[in-house]
T-cell receptor, first 116, second 112 residues
Framework: DTAVSQTPKYLVTQMGNDKSIKCEQN?????MYWYKQDSKKFLKIMFS?????LIINETVPNRFSPKSPDKAHLNLHINSLELGDSAVYFC??????WGVGDYGYTFGSGTRLTVV | KQEVTQIPAALSVPEGENLVLNCSFT??????LQWFRQDPGKGLTSLLL?????REQTSGRLNASLDKSSGRSTLYIAASQPGDSATYLC???????????FGTGTKLQVIP
């Protein structure tokens, strides 16, 4: 019944590893996003994916790459993990790009990534 | 560049009190503004979405207003309850490929 689900909920890994976070939405939305929430609770957009068009925040290191096998899924792959990557990562979706329509955003519950 | 500020960063009130949370944005040319709540260790739950053509939205005990000209939005919570304790975030969308900008949130604690 969950609208936007992401797995895993918690992820602890060593520096230098490669990891993936999965996200799935069952809302039929056209756009999906990845956000990073830092230790100060500030949310920053990383990627948006709309109708096979990827929009990338230029501040995101290229070690981060989104993969969308279909409209309902947007996974986040991270290569060569660094200590500074530790954060909570949120997946979100919206019917219209940037939630312009009537329903705004729907967020997943987040993945807390800890790099040691 | 849009900047969104939420003051205060933390707020503690006794149960039953009516309260107002503030959200200020620097670019008044927004398309919409959304209020969320975030519970510890959990994701964001959408509360209210106000389009630029609207002045307020209501859901139960919550009322959100939008004043684009002054760059402000407020979230009014009536008769607060301990279950309202959470962090409240506002997010402003400025249009085009500009990103949605989130505030840093107000952490609310309602004391029984």
């Amino acid at each position: 019944d969950t609208a936007v689900s992401q797995t895993p909920k918690y992820l602890v890994t060593q520096m230098g590893n490669d990891k993936s976070i999965k996200c799935e939405q069952n809302l039929g939305h056209d756009t999906m996003y990845w956000y990073k929430q830092d230790s100060k609770k500030f949310l920053k957009i990383m990627f948006s994916y709309n109708n096979k068009e990827l929009i990338i925040n230029e501040t995101v290191p290229n070690r981060f790459s989104p993969k969308s096998p279909d409209k309902a899924h947007l996974n986040l792959h991270i290569n060569s993990l660094e200590l500074g990557d530790s954060a909570v990562y949120f997946c979100a979706s919206s019917q219209d790009l940037w939630g312009v329509g009537d329903y705004g955003y729907t967020f997943g519950s987040g993945t807390r990534l800890t790099v040691v | 560049k849009q900047e969104v500020t939420q003051i205060p960063a933390a707020l503690s009130v006794p149960e039953g009190e009516n309260l107002v949370l503030n959200c200020s944005f620097t670019d008044s040319a927004i398309y919409n503004l959304q209020w969320f709540r975030q519970d510890p260790g959990k994701g964001l739950t959408s509360l209210l979405l106000i389009q630029s053509s609207q002045r307020e939205q209501t859901s139960g005990r919550l009322n959100a207003s939008l004043d684009k000209s002054s760059g402000r939005s407020t979230l009014y919570i009536a008769a607060s309850q301990p279950g309202d304790s959470a962090t409240y975030l506002c997010a402003a969308y400025s249009g085009g490929y500009q990103k949605v900008t989130f505030g840093t949130g107000t952490k609310l604690q309602v004391i029984p």
